[in-house]
């Protein structure tokens, strides 16, 4: 079984940044690749960002690129999506995934958090 906790969701401003974690357990970490997806109230969830087992590959939605950026520590068990330069529309519930393969992919994970929520004030 394998458990993800997201933290560092939070209300900010227009133009500011956020960095979320996810802490996972349970599994090793380094044979998951992982992915930050987001769900905006009436609206589906959607991919945002993901990481491959080495964190040697990412891939991100065309709406966060060069804003955002997937990062991993194997050592800590910790994912992280910094989050700069926000914007009203990035306001949502982020979720952490992981998929026990190599394959930065974006759908189709085995295991999700419980969500964080940002909000972005314009």
């Known amino acids: 079984q394998v458990q993800l906790v997201e933290s560092g969701g939070g209300l900010v401003q227009a133009g500011g940044s956020l960095r979320l974690s996810c802490a996972v357990s349970g599994r090793t970490f380094s044979s998951y690749a992982m992915a930050w997806f987001r769900q905006a109230p009436g609206k589906e969830r959607e991919f945002v960002a993901g990481?491959?087992?080495?964190?040697?590959?990412?891939y991100y939605a065309d709406s966060v690129k060069g804003r955002f950026t997937i990062s991993r520590d194997n050592a800590k068990n910790t994912v992280y999506l910094q989050m700069n330069s926000l914007k009203p529309e990035d306001t949502a519930v982020y979720y952490c995934?992981?998929?026990?393969?190599?394959?930065?992919?974006?759908?189709?994970?085995?295991?999700w958090g419980q969500g964080t929520q940002v909000t972005v004030s314009s």
């Open positions: 995934a992981a998929t026990p393969t190599d394959l930065v992919r974006t759908r189709g994970y085995d295991y």
């Open positions: 990481i491959s087992r080495s964190g040697a590959y990412t």
